[in-house]
């Protein structure tokens, strides 16, 4: 058994309600390992009462990595990129600086760091993680996905980027691109790649206001929110 655990949903934004009130991160629990994504500023849980076997980092922004603004200190195996650990003010004390494009593994999970296009100044990264032949994508802050056909290649689960539904979030500077892609253009992915399971994180303003709309719009794809477990 697999199980996923939104420990937050929440984008970096000043609005929160019930549902969406902590900064997007994700526990995942398989055969009694347990491996954490992302650990922002708003949190409920501290590191030491989750346990994780070992912490991903996406990217740098302060939602997703709180050494950004805080010196917090645990014995925890912490993966990252060489520009997330450079552009933090403080550094985790386990230190695991990872290339995207390799397999590592932690316990029973397999996963591999690839590119996205999200930020200039905090270059991120998505999660691919393998463990009990399922596979999953872990993508919450994103434009594009660098080399898409490989990594959405054989994936059951592809989790988003939740900031917007029909606002256009993508800006330009010279040739890059950065931001965030609509849920609909991700939607599309997954149907071209054959991913049947949906789910979307780090919601946004104008997210959280339409949830209804687009869950009678798009019955394919779920909204995670706080504390909510998917067993696979």
Same mark, same amino acid.
């Given at each position: 058994?697999?199980?996923?655990?939104?420990?937050?949903?929440?984008?970096?934004?000043?609005? !929160?309600?019930?549902?969406?009130?902590?900064?997007? !991160?994700?526990?995942?629990?398989?055969?009694?390992?347990?491996?954490?994504?992302?650990?922002?500023?708003?949190?409920?849980? @501290?590191?030491?009462?989750?346990?994780?076997?070992?912490?991903?980092?996406?990217?740098?922004?302060?939602?997703?990595?709180?050494?950004?603004?805080?010196?917090?200190?645990?014995?925890?195996?912490?993966?990252? &990129?060489?520009?997330?650990?450079?552009?933090?003010?403080?550094?985790?004390?386990?230190?695991?600086?990872?290339?995207?494009?390799?397999?590592?593994?932690?316990?029973?999970?397999?996963?591999?760091?690839?590119?996205?296009?999200?930020?200039?100044?905090?270059?991120?990264?998505?999660?691919?993680?393998?463990?009990?032949?399922?596979?999953?994508?872990?993508?919450?802050?994103?434009?594009?996905?660098?080399?898409?056909?490989?990594?959405?290649?054989?994936?059951?689960?592809?989790?988003?980027?939740? !900031? !917007?539904?029909?606002? @256009?979030?993508?800006?330009?500077?010279?040739?890059?691109?950065?931001?965030?892609?609509?849920?609909?253009?991700?939607?599309?992915?997954?149907?071209?790649?054959?991913?049947?399971?949906?789910?979307?994180?780090?919601?946004?303003?104008?997210? &959280?206001?339409?949830?209804?709309?687009?869950?009678?719009?798009?019955?394919?794809?779920?909204?995670?929110?706080?504390?909510?477990?998917?067993?696979?």
């Amino acid at each position: 058994m697999l199980k996923l655990i939104f420990l937050g949903t929440k984008g970096e934004i000043e609005e !929160s309600n019930e549902k969406h009130r902590y900064n997007s !991160s994700l526990l995942l629990v398989s055969e009694g390992d347990r491996l954490l994504v992302d650990y922002g500023m708003l949190h409920q849980y @501290n590191l030491e009462e989750l346990a994780p076997g070992a912490l991903l980092i996406t990217h740098a922004h302060p939602d997703h990595y709180v050494w950004l603004e805080q010196d917090i200190q645990a014995d925890i195996p912490v993966y990252l &990129t060489e520009e997330t650990l450079a552009y933090g003010k403080f550094k985790p004390s386990n230190i695991n600086v990872i290339e995207p494009g390799e397999y590592i593994t932690e316990g029973s999970f397999q996963f591999l760091a690839y590119r996205v296009l999200h930020s200039i100044r905090c270059p991120a990264v998505g999660y691919k993680v393998k463990t009990q032949n399922k596979t999953l994508v872990y993508n919450p802050d994103l434009v594009d996905i660098v080399n898409k056909a490989e990594v959405l290649a054989d994936v059951d689960y592809y989790i988003g980027d939740g !900031s !917007s539904i029909k606002s @256009n979030l993508v800006r330009r500077r010279g040739d890059t691109l950065f931001g965030h892609t609509r849920m609909t253009t991700q939607i599309n992915w997954c149907k071209k790649y054959g991913i049947d399971h949906i789910l979307f994180t780090h919601l946004g303003r104008e997210t &959280t206001a339409a949830e209804d709309e687009f869950g009678r719009d798009h019955p394919e794809a779920i909204f995670a929110y706080d504390g909510m477990e998917v067993i696979i």
